[in-house]
Structures are given as structure tokens and as C-alpha cells.
């Protein structure tokens, strides 16, 4: 489970750093968004937060449940804040970054499933 884990976490963090270059103006391909910098500022550290713990699942850290934990838990808050802000006019909205929100939430939320399942799998063993 643990690399189902890491999987998720990498691929989400590998979006907040596609989100955050996004939002410095940088075109990626065909994608570009408008620049908005908090949005770069928010992403990026929510990368930085996944990719620290993705680091403690791959590391096998004793408490990678609880770095784990807090990396997805900051990365969710990151793009609810994000939406929020979009959804009272703080920003230009397109489809794509609407697109990339739903993505974030999607693999947010498959990671604290999975480590739900690894809390749980890990306290059956136990008994």
C-alpha cells in the first residue's frame, strides 16, 4: 500500500509544481494560465509539503503516517483555499485550472483513503 501511496503523493505534488509554474506566467505546452502569484506561492508549498512526505513513506520513517498525513492534509487545504478564493472572484477562472483543482482534490483524496487503509491494515496486523 505504501507505494500506492507514494505513487498518489508524487503524482499530486507533480501537479502543484505544473500549478505553480502555471501561475507565474510560464506557458507549459498549450496550457497557460494567468499569472497569480499567491496561487504559485500557495502551490508550491504544498508540493513541498507532499514531496516531505512522500520522503518519509519511501524513507520507511517510523512516523511517516503522521508526515504523510500532515503533507496531504496541508496540499488539501492549499487547493480548498484555492477554490474559495476563485469562487468569490479573487482570481481569473478558466477551465483548465478548474480542471487541475478537481485533479488535486481527486489524488488528495486517494492518498488519505490509502492511508486510512494503511492505518488500518497496520492495526489489524497488530492484534
Known amino acids: 500500500m505504501r507505494i500506492v501511496l507514494g505513487l498518489l503523493m508524487a503524482l499530486n505534488a507533480a501537479l502543484f509544481v505544473f500549478g505553480a509554474i502555471q501561475h ?29 512526505g512522500l520522503w518519509a513513506v519511501l524513507r520507511d520513517s517510523p512516523a511517516f503516517w503522521r508526515i504523510a498525513l500532515t503533507g496531504n492534509l496541508m496540499a488539501l487545504a492549499g487547493v480548498l483555499l484555492g477554490v474559495v478564493a476563485l469562487a468569490a472572484g ?21 492518498s ?16
Open 24 to 52: 507565474t506566467g510560464v506557458e507549459i505546452g498549450r496550457f497557460s494560465e494567468p499569472v497569480i502569484a499567491p496561487a504559485a506561492i500557495v502551490e508550491s508549498v504544498c508540493a513541498l509539503s507532499l514531496l516531505w
Open 90 to 110: 479573487r482570481g481569473p477562472r478558466t477551465a483548465s485550472n478548474d480542471n487541475l483543482h478537481v485533479a488535486m482534490l481527486t489524488l488528495s483524496g486517494l
Open 112 to 127: 488519505l483513503s490509502a492511508l486510512l487503509i494503511t492505518q488500518l491494515l497496520s492495526s489489524l496486523g497488530k492484534k
